[in-house]
T-cell receptor
Framework: AQSVTQLDSHVSVSEGTPVLLRCNYS??????LFWYVQHPNKGLQLLLK??????LVKGINGFEAEFKKSETSFHLTKPSAHMSDAAEYFC?????????FGQGTELSVKP | NAGVMQNPRHLVRRRGQEARLRCSPM?????VYWYRQLPEEGLKFMVY????????ESGMPKERFSAEFPKEGPSILRIQQVVRGDSAAYFC?????????????????FGPGTRLTVT
């Protein structure tokens, strides 16, 4: 079975500073990995996806993630946080079509 | 190009009533998924459907819950005899194609969700 573990339940950064949200995965084969974002009382929006084409994946709103097989990690980064980035972020792995979600990381951005 | 549509957005039911949640996938998408977000439990897969077929219902509770995706019309998630523990946000997602393989790299697009409150 595949799974993802998000290492931080809450991350707080100041506006303009880098963002790092950590995710480790467990998979017996090359996984399909995603990051989704959920703003309060809203649905989920796809930020980016990894499907083995390239290890560094660029997404929307300046986010990117790097797939590291040796570390079984898929961390999400952004060089400079914006107030509008405050939301909950989910690392997700696909298994036979269904998505398996991490527990989520709540990102707070201070002015 | 309309996204995934869900209705109602908010639904209040008394214990013992039935709840019907509707989902219209994105145009051209023939695969629908339902997920439930419970407080403190995160997002969990419930069921995966294609037109007129249930592909994977491994996340569905054994009783009171059912889902369908008919040839015509939206997908329906039905909860009979609701209890307070069913209060949650229910999200529908769709994709252009599912997977017959292990990997399943096709991303899913989510609707805004239906927030069910059982009183």
């Amino acid at each position: 079975a595949q799974s993802v573990t998000q290492l931080d339940s809450h991350v707080s950064v100041s506006e303009g500073t880098p963002v790092l949200l950590r995710c480790n995965y467990s998979s017996s084969y090359s996984p399909s990995l995603f990051w989704y974002v959920q703003h309060p009382n809203k649905g989920l929006q796809l930020l980016l996806k990894y499907t083995s084409a390239a290890t560094l994946v660029k997404g929307i709103n300046g986010f990117e993630a790097e797939f590291k097989k040796s570390e079984t990690s898929f961390h999400l980064t952004k060089p400079s946080a914006h107030m509008s980035d405050a939301a909950e972020y989910f690392c997700v792995v696909s298994q036979r079509g269904k998505l398996i979600f991490g527990q989520g990381t709540e990102l707070s951005v201070k002015p | 190009n309309a996204g995934v549509m869900q209705n109602p957005r908010h639904l209040v039911r008394r214990r013992g009533q039935e709840a019907r949640l509707r989902c219209s996938p994105m145009k051209g998408h023939s695969h629908v998924y339902w997920y439930r977000q419970l407080p403190e439990e995160g997002l969990k897969f419930m069921v995966y459907l294609q037109k007129e077929n249930i592909i994977d219902e491994s996340g569905m509770p054994k009783e009171r819950f059912s889902a369908e995706f008919p040839k015509e019309g939206p997908s329906i998630l039905r909860i009979q005899q609701v209890v307070r523990g069913d209060s949650a946000a229910y999200f529908c997602a769709s994709s252009p194609s599912g997977t017959g393989t292990l990997r399943g790299g096709y991303e899913q697009y989510f609707g805004p969700g239906t927030r069910l409150t059982v009183t």
